[in-house]
């Protein structure tokens, strides 16, 4: 989940949350961490589309990243619109969708990454949550789908068929024509809203090339679906690790 740099309040009024996290592959002492260390493993996860803290109660409302070291080539993000997906959808999709709820797990996520990535006791703390799978912007009205990597259930619906319509949406979402990639320069600054923006990060070669990033999220201001008793994940099929693994080598 990233070392937390810092955590407070923005200012009472706004009643938002300021976390920063450092997203580099530099380690605490300033050298570059080995290629295949369990911590580069853990990040490879941010490979995966996503959208930011999604497995919180309460995901991030706003993420911004801030290129302080980047390679000359390689680590590029890329940014793909849930809403504009959405749009796109059949209208009997849409009304499928409408008033669902999806189970969003930290645990499961990083667990098709690497089987015992997350150790029992962190994954204690994350447990999984329910997500509206539909949001709309409260200035607007715009709505958009709200799936993620971490997105593995829908409530009353089989895993087998939850797991293939979170799939299909992610697909939809992030068609090559409809992503949106950042070639980060030294001092870039790119800020996204989590509510209807999936992003990922691309490798790089990370042996050779520093890469510090510096995040910054705004938290949300509440919860997007109501409490779901007895939340249960079935665990990964072969053919959920299947998709997440084509993701990490489509490189
Ligand atoms: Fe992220």
Redesign the pocket.
């Known amino acids: 989940m990233g070392a937390a740099l810092a955590t407070r309040p923005l200012h009472p009024l706004l009643g938002v949350e300021i976390v920063g996290v450092d997203?580099g592959h530099v380690d605490a002492e300033d050298h570059l961490i080995p290629q295949g260390d369990r911590r580069n493993l853990f990040n490879a996860g941010?490979q995966m589309w996503?959208?930011?803290s999604s497995f919180k109660r309460v995901p991030a409302l706003a993420?911004l990243?801030s290129g302080r070291e980047v390679p000359p080539e390689g680590g590029e993000t890329e940014f793909a619109s849930m809403r504009v997906a959405y749009e796109r959808l059949p209208d009997a999709t849409r009304r499928l969708l409408e008033g669902k709820v999806a189970i969003h797990s930290f645990e499961y996520s990083r667990g098709l990454v690497g089987e015992g990535l997350l150790p029992p006791e962190d994954a204690a703390q994350v447990p999984p949550v329910p997500q509206a799978l539909v949001r709309a912007n409260p200035a607007n009205g715009r709505k958009a789908f709200f799936v993620a990597s971490h997105a593995c259930e829908i409530v009353g619906m089989p895993t087998d068929e939850a797991r293939a319509l979170i799939r299909d949406l992610l697909r939809r979402a992030t068609a090559a024509e409809l992503v949106y990639t950042h070639r980060w320069r030294p001092g870039d600054l790119v800020m996204w809203d989590n509510r209807c923006v999936l992003?990922?990060?691309r490798p790089w070669n990370e042996s050779r090339y520093r890469r510090v990033m510096h995040?910054t999220t705004v938290a949300g201001d509440g919860p997007t679906a109501g409490e779901v008793a007895g939340i249960m994940v079935a665990a990964a099929r072969d053919s959920d690790v299947a998709w997440c693994r084509a993701q990490l080598e489509a490189m």
């Open positions: 997203v941010n996503h959208t930011d993420s990243l992003h990922r990060g995040r």
